[in-house]
């Protein structure tokens, strides 16, 4: 185990010692203890290295992540996980704003609740909230899936392409082209799948499934109030 | 009898046939009419702006023996590894998608000849743009197409995209027509539906969290690259101003005549102001944070020959760059399409429906028989040759000013043909030493 | 575009400690706006009024003014001057009198009121902080703003907080977009604002809609139809602190509360060295929910 203590080191070689870790390192198991809400923490990793963070981050935390988990014993700022590639983010707390954003692969946990635009414009990422979701989550998602155990906010789902929505509370509001969908038996591997890797208790059949009804895949002027 | 005279029909200026065809359009589909481009109206430009050269105040060298040198450094705040150019004219973000793979091929091909660097655009980096680019800007957009971890370090800049002169504030529309396997596979998208460009980053909002965002890009790529911020022209001064404060090492300003691969014609034609009227405000800020020629300067939007890249430079910028002009050097709008042109309802020079993908020039296309139409190291090479005589005139006109540097040259080396571009460009009008709102800024 | 910091302390023995806590806040948040730094503090409302004024000359405008304008009032006046601004304190009765003389001397009023105090000034929040020895300051409620300024002046009186009433105060981060119409409308109803900065106009309408019989939640729920644009403002009263964001909610806010004290900081970094945060309540704010807390 591996340790980096913020208290001492400055950011930049904070991230420059996890990035210079190769897949043929063995210090696979990393520590960072005191982030006290710094950007930018562990951004940037592209090998399979464990790295926990004991303390709550700011912005960007595992930014385009590829390959790593990290794991937050706190909670997170806005835009944990962006763009994230491949691997496994899990957050023991709360995260702020655009969690998951633009994620083109990986799983990202968080055990807590996300605030607004959990998942916006995802591609392929697969996210699971434990808590709730705040208002224009899953905007102009892509591709991926977002699995939320606790509530919706207002618009979810907004100007949806492919991603799949799985929500087990309510829905405060489907925004523009979102709509309910049947819950076929595909869905349901998908759904128990997920739910097991992130480690998250909670039966498939309790949750409701929503999707693109793709009226706004191709200009219409009749859908124009909703563009 | 004689017969009584009659009035000439006359057209109404305020409707004329242009505004009546477009309102009968719009009746008859009710979608607003998109294109690719920049704004056509006639704008205030550098056409309007004449340098005084030198005679016996001032001496010119020579030219063709005495050094005038065209080299520009971009990105020397911060970067480690700035980019090192050879001529101030650089090649503006065009997409794979709204470009097809073999006219990427083809800037890269120009652009390293002639010793300057290509943009990449919204959708990702293709290997004919990365493979053939000495040089390659990758552009961090709101849509965050294809991005990922292995390009952006395989990038030489990043270029964080806010707004681009077209349509500052506005997202962008990619139709169906030009969302194939391979472009929909870039942008994870389903094949063949329209494409909807957001206007604002997904994850932050506003300069100072933009500024949290440079940090991050800066840690993920171990602070070598430049960062660019690239802004639409609409209100220069503090758009400048915060970018530098977020911490850019290049700021990228977009005057209205800068193209884009799709978007409202209404958005083209009325949002934005004229390149001319850009760049001293941009300067201005820049002076006044005691960082001009620090920060860079990069400008674009209807930049077309040497004297314009002179006179953008006189002005205060660094650098310029090209898109439109760049694909026209590959053979875009070639009156050697006309038939072509002509069966598509328009003429060689107007066609601007590149959203469609039916580029007879095979430029705008994903169509692959019209992509064999260019031949990506004949357009590189004429690209080349391009880039050439824009930094040739750009030399002449700087010599016969006395410099041996074309970043030497300065306001105070032009004068202005009209009121606008003299109050724009805040240079006096030709024969006085006045501009309009003199004494103000 | 800035960072603000904010703490209510619901226990008394801590008031000693507010700017200095409040201060390690908002030094956390310099990145967020290096341009300028303010600070409006609360203490125990006294029968006087304060007045707090700003001078570019304090070595000529504050020398003897006390004196003066103690003749000019007929009553009497105290002055504490604190680096280029001057904290005076002249009877209620006396205190629209007083500030009419003020500004007649060219001297620029921050805020006035029975409890705030208000610190402002162009530079970072520490260099601002310990030029007005805020560290040393206590009270029971307290907001800080550092700014990131967007399209008006880097001045001192472009710095927030903005105060437009006696108590009252507002930052801002965000930017608005129909400000210069409300202006308009504003001045329209004889309320006067005195810089170009969009905050000032979000901070008069609120005043004047409390002036015209509005509760402060109700004139906090009007900014959210009456001001267009992106904000998360945070308001400032005797007796407590208010909270909205607009519907879009992009600008950040994270809130903090435990048995001791309500805080608010753009980010969680602001928080890190508040005692007991590790097992606070920590949240986001809602889009248009008004927030508020009063004693």
């Known amino acids: 185990m591996q340790s980096l203590d913020m208290a001492t080191t400055d950011l930049r070689e904070v991230n420059a010692t996890l990035q210079a870790q190769t897949s043929a390192s063995n210090q696979t198991e990393w520590v960072i203890d005191n982030p006290r809400g710094a950007h930018a923490v562990a951004v940037g990793l592209d090998t399979p290295i464990s790295v926990t963070v004991r303390g709550s981050t700011g912005y960007y935390c595992a930014g385009m992540n590829a390959g790593a988990t990290i794991h937050v014993q706190g909670s997170v700022g806005p835009g944990v996980a962006e763009n994230m590639m491949s691997g496994t983010v899990i957050v023991d707390g709360d995260a702020s704003q655009y969690a998951g954003a633009t994620g083109h692969g990986g799983l990202l946990v968080i055990r807590g609740n996300a605030s607004s635009r959990c998942g916006i414009s995802m591609k392929g990422i697969d996210i699971v909230v434990q808590g709730s979701v705040g208002h224009m989550s899953a905007f102009m998602a892509q591709k991926g899936t977002l699995v939320v155990l606790g509530d919706a906010g207002d618009a979810l789902g907004d100007s949806l392409y492919e991603a799949r929505l799985f929500v087990r509370g309510s829905v405060k509001s489907l925004g523009a082209d979102c709509v309910e969908k049947e819950m076929r038996a595909e869905h349901l591997d998908r759904l128990a799948d997920l739910l097991e890797r992130a480690g998250a208790d909670a039966k498939p059949s309790e949750f409701r499934r929503y999707g693109s009804a793709r009226r706004l895949y191709h200009f219409n002027i009749d859908h124009a109030d909703q563009y | ?441 | 575009m800035c960072g603000i910091v904010g703490l209510f302390l619901k226990r008394d023995e801590l008031r000693p400690q507010l700017g200095d806590m409040l201060t390690d806040m908002l030094v956390k948040l310099t990145d967020r706006g290096p341009d300028s730094a303010g600070i409006a503090i609360y203490s125990q409302p006294g029968e006087d009024m304060k007045i707090t004024v700003q001078s570019d000359t304090p070595e000529a405008d504050f020398d003897g003014l006390d004196g003066t304008l103690s003749d000019a009032l007929g009553t009497g006046v105290t002055m504490r001057v604190v680096g280029n601004h001057a904290v005076i304190r002249v009877p209620a009765a006396s205190g629209a009198a007083a500030v009419a003389h003020l500004e007649t001397r060219g001297l620029r009023i921050m805020s006035a009121g029975t409890s705030i105090e208000i610190f402002k000034d162009v530079g970072l929040p520490r260099d601002v902080a310990e030029r007005f020895g805020i560290r040393g300051m206590g009270g029971s409620h307290a907001i800080g703003h550092t700014r990131m300024a967007t399209e008006s002046a880097v001045t001192t009186l472009g710095a927030h907080p903005f105060s437009t009433a006696p108590d009252q105060c507002l930052v801002h981060n965000g930017s608005l977009s129909n400000h210069n119409n409300v202006r308009r409308r504003l001045a329209k109803k004889g309320v006067r604002t005195r810089t170009d900065n969009d905050t000032e106009v979000g901070a008069a309408y609120i005043s004047s809609r409390i002036s015209e019989g509005a509760s402060l939640g109700e004139a906090l729920e009007g900014t959210l139809s009456d001001l267009d644009g992106f904000f998360t403002f945070v308001t400032g009263t005797r007796d407590g602190f208010g909270v909205v964001r607009d519907p879009i909610a992009c600008k950040p806010a994270v809130m903090a509360e435990t048995d001791d004290y309500v805080a608010f900081g753009s980010e969680y970094r602001a928080f890190a060295d508040l005692p007991g945060i590790d097992t606070a309540r920590v949240w986001e704010p809602e889009p248009a929910t008004v927030y508020f807390w009063e004693r």
């Open chain 2, 1 to 441: 009898m004689t017969k009584t005279p009659t009035t000439e029909p006359r057209q109404s200026w305020t409707f004329s046939r242009e505004v009546n065809a477009e309102i009968r359009r719009a009746a008859a589909t009710g979608i607003y009419d998109i294109r690719g481009g920049g704004a056509k109206r006639r704008v205030p430009h550098f056409d309007d702006l004449l340098f005084l050269g030198a005679s016996i105040s001032r001496y010119p060298l020579e030219g063709y023996r005495e050094k005038c040198d065209t080299a520009v450094t971009l990105g020397t705040r911060f970067a480690k590894k700035p980019i090192e150019l050879k001529i101030p004219i650089t090649i503006a973000g065009m997409s794979f998608g709204s470009l097809s793979g073999p006219a990427k091929e083809a800037l890269g091909r120009g652009a390293s000849m002639a010793g300057t660097s290509t943009t990449t655009g919204d959708g990702g980096m293709t290997e004919e743009e990365r493979g053939h680019s000495e040089k390659l800007v990758y552009q961090y957009l709101p849509s965050r197409y294809g991005m990922n971890l292995t390009d952006l370090r395989r990038a030489d800049a990043i270029e964080v995209v806010v707004g681009q002169g077209a349509k500052p504030g506005g997202g962008g529309m990619l139709l169906g027509q030009k969302i194939t396997e391979r472009v929909a596979g870039m942008r994870d998208l389903p094949v063949g539906i329209d494409q909807r460009s957001a206007c604002r980053h997904p994850d932050w909002t506003g300069p100072d969290d933009l500024e949290i965002k440079i940090l991050e890009l800066r840690e993920i790529t171990g602070w070598e690259k430049p960062i660019y911020v690239k802004i639409g022209g609409a209100r220069p001064y503090y758009d400048t101003a915060l970018a530098v404060k977020s911490g850019a090492d290049v700021v990228v300003l977009d005057g209205m005549q800068g193209g884009t691969a799709a978007t409202q014609d209404v958005f083209i034609e009325h949002v934005g102001q004229p390149t001319l009227a850009c760049i001293r405000p941009a300067v201005q800020a820049l002076q006044d944070l005691g960082l001009h020629r620090e920060v860079q300067l990069v400008v674009s939007g209807g930049i077309r020959t040497g004297a314009d890249v002179a006179k953008a430079l006189a002005l205060g910028a660094d650098a310029v760059s090209i898109g439109t002009a760049a694909l026209i050097a590959l053979g875009d709008n070639d009156p050697k399409w006309e038939a072509e042109y002509n069966a598509l309802g328009t003429t060689a020079g107007a066609y601007d429906d590149w959203h469609e993908g039916r580029d007879p020039a095979g430029i705008t296309t994903q169509d692959p028989d019209l992509m064999k139409r260019l031949d990506p190291e004949a357009a590189g090479r004429r690209l080349r040759n391009y880039l050439n005589v824009m930094t040739l005139e750009c030399q002449t006109i700087a010599r016969a000013c006395g410099k041996s540097h074309v970043h030497n040259l300065e306001p105070e080396d032009l004068c202005a043909l009209t009121m606008e571009a003299a109050a724009m460009a805040r240079v006096p009008l030709a024969g006085t030493d006045w501009w309009p709102g003199k004494g103000q800024f």
